[in-house]
């Protein structure tokens, strides 16, 4: 089974919320998925603050590139901006 790191739509029309989910990468995109490692708020918070736009489990991003997930284009770079690529580059070179 290939695992990704990708985005499950949420909210209402016009005003998205997603999941930072790891799921099978033959499912749907609001299909069934493994866990959820986060959330992503790209409207409705201040911008000023991208701190607060997403809600990252390191801990859980860490553990599921480990074991081999490929994060989607987006995810990878909301990873970068809340340090679990770094990490993850760190325990791999640890090894």
Request: net charge positive; glycine share 6%.
């Amino acid at each position: 089974m290939a695992v990704k790191l990708r985005l499950v739509r949420m909210g209402k029309k016009k005003q998205p919320t997603y999941r930072v989910v790891a799921a099978d990468s033959r499912r749907a995109r609001n299909g069934a998925f493994l866990e959820i490692v986060g959330t992503y708020q790209p409207r409705g918070i201040s911008q000023a603050e991208p701190e607060t736009v997403f809600n990252i489990d390191n801990d859980k991003c860490v553990r599921w590139l480990q074991n081999g997930a490929q994060p989607t284009e987006r995810v990878a770079k909301i990873l970068k901006a809340s340090g679990a690529l770094d990490a993850f580059e760190a325990a791999k070179a640890a090894k």
